[in-house]
């Protein structure tokens, strides 16, 4: 036989959870099993706060969810009622002598379990679709006491909030975090100079940096949301951009980042990006470059002990009419994380001794391997593993003979 070794890999891949508490540290031998997360309950909040319109933007499309006067007390409203029926059916679980919650609900579906299941577990209130930091204090005390009232019940265990890397402050962070807030994203886009003056963002790399250290600093935990192919951001930036939010890379050093997300920048209608689209001054990636530069970033991410808990945008009602160009694709996710798979097995193929001729690969990834639509088969077959030669482990562990 030619050799054998274990395929080294990383934690919370490729399932990453769309939560907090995602691995740190040194590389492991084996892929962490999926993890015990809360239920994400999103409350949408299209343009709060927001000082200007980016040139991407269009909130009420991406979350379909509509602005306008009082949207903010509507969207609270709304997650009020969710959080009476939660309420309803964990007394009713604890009733009829149901403790243990269940392991991995399906997040922000909003089904939850009868009381023959097993008791749901809390839920994460996230403040997403504007900026959360910029609302008037009345809105964002409104908030913020929603949350604290029904984490009071049970009913909630954790909060986060979306918002600007220049719509933070060490005080505006220490107060959050003082409410009982637990986690921040920063829509950040890019650390590039250039690009975040081509796409207006009225800030710059330096100050985005800035901002990451003040959330980390809070106590808070930080998630950190970057655009490729957004204005000015090339593959070249965007591969700048995740090692930047991945820093310190210090040996031994964790990131300040807890998580990433990656928005491909898709041309929306109704957005100033639109018109610089139909003029012909910005033209967006194409699938294959976009899939290339995601499975790159994951990559480095996963290296790092850093989950990517999303890569695109969420399939809203409504989101397809209104892309008019793009890196649209309903398994983009899929197609990022398989070609990733395949770059991952590429490197430690090139360890053996001599050629293939067994691989092991945890069953839970079955899915994955081949890639979307068995995009990858071929591509294995250059590099010598084929079908017969691939067994599926019931374990976590990569092996690699």
Not at 82 to 106: I, S
Not at 275 to 302: I, N
Not at 309 to 314: E, I, K, W
Not at 357 to 381: C, E, I, K, S
Request: proline share 8%; charged share 20%; hydrophobic share 45%.
């Amino acid at each position: 036989m030619a050799g054998s070794l274990n395929v080294a890999a990383r934690p919370d891949w490729p399932d990453s959870p769309d939560g907090p508490g995602h691995t740190r540290g040194a590389a492991c031998a084996s892929v962490a099993p999926p993890r015990r997360r809360p239920r994400i309950l999103p409350v949408f909040l299209p343009f709060a706060g927001c000082p200007t319109r980016c040139v991407f933007c269009a909130q009420d499309v991406q979350t379909g969810q509509r602005g306008g006067i009082n949207s903010v007390g509507h969207a609270l409203a709304v997650a009020e009622a969710r959080l009476e029926h939660e309420a309803r059916l964990l007394e009713a679980a604890t009733a009829n002598g149901v403790q243990e919650p269940r392991d991995h609900p399906a997040p922000n579906t909003g089904r939850a379990a009868s009381a023959h299941e097993a008791s749901p577990s809390p839920l994460e209130i996230a403040f997403y679709g504007g900026t959360f930091t910029l609302l008037s204090e009345a809105e964002r005390t409104a908030c913020l006491e929603l949350a604290a009232r029904w984490r009071q019940r049970g009913v909630v265990c954790r909060v986060r909030c979306s918002t600007r890397p220049d719509a933070v402050t060490v005080h505006s962070l220490a107060t959050l975090r003082a409410a009982g807030m637990d986690c921040v994203e920063l829509g950040v886009q890019s650390f590039d100079d250039a690009a975040l003056a081509a796409a207006s963002r009225g800030y710059g790399g330096a100050l985005a940096r800035a901002a990451c250290a003040m959330v980390a600093g809070a106590g808070l935990e930080l998630g950190v949301q970057l655009m490729p192919g957004m204005p000015g951001v090339t593959p070249e930036v965007f591969r700048a951009d995740v090692r930047t939010a991945l820093l310190p890379d210090t040996d031994g050093a964790a990131p300040l980042t807890s998580f990433l997300r990656f928005y491909p920048c898709l041309v929306l209608r109704g957005t100033p990006l639109a018109e610089r689209w139909r003029a012909g001054s910005y033209v967006p990636w194409p699938l294959d470059t976009t899939v290339d530069a995601l499975a790159h970033g994951l990559l480095a991410a996963w290296a790092r002990g850093v989950a990517v808990v999303r890569m695109g945008l969420s399939p809203e009602d409504g989101l397809d009419d209104a892309v008019l160009a793009g890196p649209m694709h309903p398994a983009l996710g899929q197609l990022a994380k398989a070609e990733a798979l395949r770059r991952h097995v590429a490197a430690h193929l090139a360890r053996l001794p001599g050629p293939p001729v067994r691989l092991g690969v945890p069953r839970r990834l079955r899915g994955l391997l081949w890639g979307h639509a068995n995009g990858l088969v071929a591509a294995y077959a250059a590099m010598g593993i084929t079908r017969d030669m691939v067994h599926w482990r019931d374990d976590d562990t990569f092996s690699l003979e």
